[in-house]
């Protein structure tokens, strides 16, 4: 199988370049770049990857369509609602790590991502693609952020089976720099996040809209929710923590037993026992979420923590997911059930 993909020269896309390069069913990598852009190797582009002869080509829809079996965007916002709209219309396989088509409402996605969205009825032929619930992926799928993921694999049990306060959710997630992708900002100076702990788009986060319209679908009563986003100074890792009002008096193993019913035969959703609560090196270079649980009887508390590692299950490794879910493949073919440790 050929497979395309756009953005090798990002974060998420050399990772997933990585993935793919050992993915049994991928024959061979073609990679584009920008529109009417010189070709250029891609060692020139990724020092680390020099003994790699791979060429990024300029991005052309029809020669990607006539050579690929389905196409890998790991671009920037805002691009994929421009260069993906060919492909659309043909409907070509696209697996999408933008958060471009995550949106069904394109005024919802105008308003968080301040920029235009695409066409509504080319939105209305994506799939959002939260592969550890295995959803019924159309040609074109969403894959979810990053943040979005973490926060939904840790609020899926207790929104689902209606355990909580619709009205009490409240997360505290947190970031490495990684996820803010290659480009250099003034918050994102060594001498910023070094030492430092920086809170960013509070009540703004463009995530929140992405997790409320999972968490409706799930439980139409959710009626919002407190999400706030902090950079902290890692490479690679998200952690949200989550608290919400329990709907009425519960205990850690009676909430651990549901996250077990949802999550069991889930081979990448690891759920501690009770007492143990994840680290972010629990899951770093693994397709791997783990997720611990406590409840606190005084104040009616759930507390759960999930964490990811935001290059992978919050972008490449879940992106592999959706490729293998889409083509039948053994949901596990090409990604790390383990972490690098430590
Ligand atoms: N980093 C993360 O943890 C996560 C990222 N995402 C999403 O994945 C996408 C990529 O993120 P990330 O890797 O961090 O971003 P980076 O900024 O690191 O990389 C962006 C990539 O997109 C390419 N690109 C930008 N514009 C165009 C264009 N018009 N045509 C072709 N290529 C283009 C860039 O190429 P060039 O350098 O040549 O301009 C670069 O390769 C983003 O949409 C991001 O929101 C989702 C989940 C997690
Ligand atoms: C640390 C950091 O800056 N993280 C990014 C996450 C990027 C992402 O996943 O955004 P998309 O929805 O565009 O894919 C942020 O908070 O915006």
């Known amino acids: ?36 852009s010189q070709p250029v190797a891609l060692k ?17 829809a029809q020669a990607v369509m006539a050579q690929n079996d389905l196409i890998f965007f790991a671009t920037s916002a805002g691009v994929t609602s421009q260069l993906a709209l060919p492909l659309i219309a043909e409907n070509f396989p696209v697996i ?15 308003k968080w991502y301040h920029r235009a969205a695409a066409p509504a009825e ?24 990053c943040y979005a ?48 702990l920086q809170l960013y788009k509070v009540n703004q986060h463009q995530h929140i809209p992405e997790v409320m319209q999972q968490l409706k679908k799930w439980w139409p009563a959710i009626p919002a929710i ?12 998200i952690m949200s923590s989550i608290y919400v009002k329990a709907a009425q008096a519960t205990t850690t193993a009676t909430i651990l037993a ?16 009770a007492g143990e609560m994840p680290t972010l090196k629990d899951v770093i270079g693994s397709n791997n979420c783990a997720i611990g649980v406590n409840v606190n009887p005084v104040t009616n508390t759930i507390f759960v923590v999930s964490v990811i590692d935001n290059l992978m299950k919050g972008a490449a490794g879940q992106a592999i997911q959706n490729f293998n879910a889409y083509f039948n493949f053994a949901p596990t073919t090409g990604l790390p059930t383990l972490p690098v440790f430590p």
């Open 1 to 36: 199988m050929q497979v395309a993909l756009v953005g090798v020269s990002g974060y998420s896309g050399m990772t997933l370049y990585a993935l793919l390069k050992q993915h049994p069913a991928v024959d061979q990598i073609n990679l584009y770049g920008h529109a009417g």
């Open 44 to 60: 020139t582009v990724a020092p680390m990857y020099q003994k790699e002869t791979a060429v990024i080509r300029p991005f052309d």
């Open 96 to 110: 999408d790590l933008s958060g471009d088509f995550r949106l069904s409402n394109p005024a919802q996605y105008t």
């Open 122 to 145: 080319a939105l209305a032929k994506a799939s959002y693609g939260l592969a550890d619930f295995n959803p019924t992926l159309t040609t074109y799928v969403a894959n979810p952020g």
């Open 149 to 196: 993921t973490a926060t939904l694999l840790g609020l899926a049990p207790l929104v689902q089976q209606q355990l909580i306060n619709p009205n009490s959710i409240v997360v505290d997630a947190k970031s490495g720099l990684s996820g803010a992708g290659k480009k250099l900002t003034p918050t994102s100076q060594f001498a910023m996040v070094n030492d430092n």
């Open 226 to 237: 407190e999400f706030t986003t902090t950079l902290i100074p890692v490479t690679r890792g």
């Open 258 to 273: 549901a996250f077990e019913q949802v999550y069991g035969d889930q081979p990448f959703v690891q759920i501690l026992p």
